[in-house]
T-cell receptor, first 113, second 116 residues
């Protein structure tokens, strides 16, 4: 069964610290992996999209990595800010008919001052 | 450029009532989607429209119908609301069908629906 598992479920860090969120998937055949940021009460916003051949992609203080062999991805946030408090969702796409996006349940990050 | 807009923002229904959730995008995108988001679960696809004039079922279509009114608008209808349909509903759009080609999806702000 195609699945996307994220860990930890929630995380609290101090402002200015770094953190890493994990995503493991069992989606096959794999096409691409996305990370979304969802602020409370808002819709998700795309941070990065990585294909099979990409193993690192950055968007400002956000850096995503992908290991297609072990089917793992991580999202590293550098020098966290209060505005980073949000849910981070990992989404994996498969090469199938239609739109086969499998969403993880998300990691809730709280950044405190 | 408003992006993806949804109306209403909040709605309370009684069991058995019907309603239509509206979605519009001004990015000239071909593909549009309806998702629901429930606590402790990932977003689940209800219906999608790859292009104007086409609609297809997603993962959880039961109890819903959709209409792709034109290229800009994609509505979701609950014919007879049930408490199990209490959720947050998100509309999204992309230039072409998101999935294997890596198209970016743009989400609306959501509609919070409570069915009593």
């Amino acid at each position: 069964k195609n699945q996307v598992e994220q860990s930890p479920q929630s995380l609290i860090i101090l402002e200015g610290k770094n953190c890493t969120l994990q995503c493991n998937y069992t989606v096959s055949p794999f096409s691409n992996l996305r990370w979304y940021k969802q602020d409370t009460g808002r819709g998700p916003v795309s941070l990065t999209i990585m294909t099979f051949s990409e193993n690192t992609k950055s968007n400002g203080r956000y850096t995503a990595t992908l290991d297609a062999d072990t089917k793992q991805s991580s999202l590293h946030i550098t020098a966290s800010q209060l505005s980073d408090s949000a849910s981070y969702i990992c989404v994996v796409s498969s090469y199938q008919a239609g739109t086969a996006l499998i969403f993880g349940k998300g990691t809730t990050l709280s950044v405190s001052s | 450029n408003a992006g993806v807009t949804q109306t209403p923002k909040f709605q309370v229904l009684k069991t058995g009532q019907s309603m239509t959730l509206q979605c519009a995008q001004d990015m000239n995108h071909n593909s549009m989607y309806w998702y629901r988001q429930d606590p402790g679960m990932g977003l689940r696809l209800i219906y999608y429209s790859a292009s104007e004039g086409t609609t297809d079922k997603g993962e959880v279509p039961n109890g819903y119908n959709v209409s792709r009114l034109n290229k800009r608008e994609f509505s979701l209808r609950l014919e007879s609301a049930a408490p199990s349909q209490t959720s947050v509903y998100f509309c999204a759009s992309s230039e072409s069908l998101a999935g294997g080609r890596g198209e970016t999806q743009y989400f609306g702000p959501g509609t919070r629906l409570l069915v009593l």
